[in-house]
């Protein structure tokens, strides 16, 4: 059978590895397994939200409320917008997606930088669209706006925080790229860490109204990460009406669950676990940071619910990720983003220690 050609250009994405293959392949018993691989929220899931799932059990026979109605309402307070600047996926990743179906086909083509979510280029593929990336990791402004002079891409992506790298522009240069670029380019703004940013350093913190004003430019944001939902499959898109009406048209019916969608309305209005969350995480980070330090390798400074550390020559990525995963640690080797390098997410003070005691036996 002969399939689409675009197909032939497409690596499958390659998920964080489930702790499901590391007992089965090593033996190892499932509470030993520490998964910091896929930057989920380590404290497990908010005990509202099992609430929810739990007294909401018996009515997986019925459809969602297909308007959504109560979620953009939430989600609308939470945001100071409407529901009509609005559309919900199953993830952000599906809004990625309606945008990428939307806009992309063989003639266009799309910029992201060097190093940066692999989705974005796996849907800009399959609309058999061309990939256009700067040299660097970081998001730099002229690196950006000299791609985008030379190529005229249908749609620029600005992942702040970035991932895998977890480091982030400034709210003033996301605007300021934002203002150099014409109407007829999308700017994605994907903030699917943005919590994180936020409760760092509010000068990188940017919110769905910071960009509306602007018709070329769309917010993402998931409840995948610091709200902890990543297994309910809640994202969405803020936009002015005109370009989510388009968005739409894409949109496959009853789109995220039933329970899906009564959870995510449930986390609009509990801020506490986010906030419990963060405090978690940053607490936890800076023993990464030291880490890092007293083993004398170096690390991107995080905005994230991960760290990524980067190797001398003399440490292997791959080599060190094979380790640990044979003694039931996963992490993220970034040797097929071309980084000597590993991404951690930031787990629990103990999933945290388990790191540090077999990632110092690997090294020495
Ligand atoms: C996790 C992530 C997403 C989307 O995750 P969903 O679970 O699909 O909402 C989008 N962008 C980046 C950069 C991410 O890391």
Request: charged share 25%.
């Given at each position: 059978?002969?399939?689409?050609?675009?197909?032939?250009?497409?690596?499958?994405?390659?998920?964080?590895?489930?702790?499901?293959?590391?007992?089965?392949?090593?033996?190892?018993?499932?509470?030993?397994?520490?998964?910091?691989?896929?930057?989920?929220?380590?404290?497990?899931?908010?005990?509202?939200?099992?609430?929810?799932?739990?007294?909401?059990a018996d009515i997986a026979h019925?459809?969602?409320?297909?308007?959504?109605?109560?979620?953009?309402?939430?989600?609308?307070?939470?945001?100071?917008?409407?529901?009509?600047?609005?559309?919900?996926?199953?993830?952000?990743?599906?809004?990625?997606?309606?945008?990428?179906?939307?806009?992309?086909?063989?003639?266009?083509?799309?910029?992201?930088?060097?190093?940066?979510?692999?989705?974005?280029?796996?849907?800009?593929?399959?609309?058999?669209?061309?990939?256009?990336?700067?040299?660097?990791?970081?998001?730099?402004?002229?690196?950006?706006?000299?791609?985008?002079?030379?190529?005229?891409?249908?749609?620029?992506?600005?992942?702040?925080?970035?991932?895998?790298?977890?480091?982030?522009?400034?709210?003033?240069?996301?605007?300021?790229?934002?203002?150099?670029?014409?109407?007829?380019?999308?700017?994605?703004?994907?903030?699917?860490?943005?919590?994180?940013?936020?409760?760092?350093?509010?000068?990188?913190?940017?919110?769905?109204?910071?960009?509306?004003?602007?018709?070329?430019?769309?917010?993402?944001?998931?409840?995948?990460?610091?709200?902890?939902?990543?297994?309910?499959?809640?994202?969405?898109?803020?936009?002015?009406?005109?370009?989510?009406?388009?968005?739409?048209?894409?949109?496959?019916?009853?789109?995220?669950?039933?329970?899906?969608?009564?959870?995510?309305?449930?986390?609009c209005r509990n801020d506490t676990?986010?906030?419990?969350?963060?405090?978690?995480?940053?607490?936890?980070?800076?023993?990464?940071?030291?880490?890092?330090?007293?083993?004398?390798?170096?690390?991107?400074?995080?905005?994230?619910?991960?760290?990524?550390?980067?190797?001398?020559?003399?440490?292997?990525?791959?080599?060190?990720?094979?380790?640990?995963?044979?003694?039931?640690?996963?992490?993220?080797?970034?040797?097929?983003?071309?980084?000597?390098?590993?991404?951690?997410?930031?787990?629990?003070?103990?999933?945290?220690?388990?790191?540090?005691?077999?990632?110092?036996?690997?090294?020495?």
């Amino acid at each position: 059978m002969k399939f689409n050609k675009v197909l032939e250009n497409i690596q499958t994405y390659e998920a964080g590895k489930p702790i499901e293959l590391v007992v089965r392949e090593f033996g190892i018993a499932p509470e030993n397994v520490v998964k910091l691989a896929s930057n989920e929220n380590p404290i497990g899931t908010n005990p509202a939200i099992a609430k929810v799932i739990r007294s909401n059990a018996d009515i997986a026979h019925l459809y969602p409320d297909d308007s959504m109605f109560e979620l953009k309402d939430a989600l609308g307070h939470k945001f100071d917008v409407s529901a009509d600047n609005i559309i919900i996926g199953a993830g952000s990743d599906q809004v990625l997606e309606f945008i990428s179906r939307a806009l992309l086909n063989e003639n266009e083509s799309v910029l992201m930088s060097a190093v940066t979510f692999a989705m974005y280029e796996i849907y800009a593929r399959q609309m058999g669209a061309k990939i256009i990336r700067t040299q660097s990791w970081e998001h730099k402004y002229e690196e950006f706006i000299e791609a985008y002079r030379m190529h005229k891409p249908k749609i620029m992506y600005i992942c702040t925080p970035n991932n895998p790298t977890g480091d982030a522009i400034p709210r003033e240069e996301v605007l300021k790229i934002i203002e150099a670029v014409s109407s007829d380019t999308l700017i994605v703004v994907d903030g699917a860490y943005m919590e994180y940013a936020a409760a760092k350093d509010a000068a990188y913190a940017i919110t769905p109204n910071d960009v509306l004003t602007y018709d070329n430019v769309i917010y993402l944001g998931t409840f995948s990460k610091a709200h902890g939902l990543g297994g309910m499959r809640v994202g969405y898109g803020i936009a002015q009406p005109g370009l989510i009406k388009e968005l739409y048209k894409m949109r496959p019916p009853f789109n995220i669950t039933t329970l899906s969608l009564l959870v995510a309305i449930e986390a609009c209005r509990n801020d506490t676990f986010v906030e419990r969350s963060i405090a978690l995480h940053q607490e936890q980070i800076k023993r990464y940071e030291a880490f890092a330090k007293e083993n004398g390798f170096e690390y991107i400074e995080s905005y994230t619910n991960f760290i990524t550390y980067l190797f001398p020559e003399t440490m292997d990525s791959t080599l060190i990720s094979d380790a640990l995963l044979r003694r039931g640690v996963i992490i993220r080797n970034l040797a097929s983003y071309g980084m000597n390098g590993v991404r951690i997410t930031i787990g629990t003070q103990k999933q945290n220690d388990v790191f540090f005691k077999h990632f110092s036996e690997v090294i020495s």
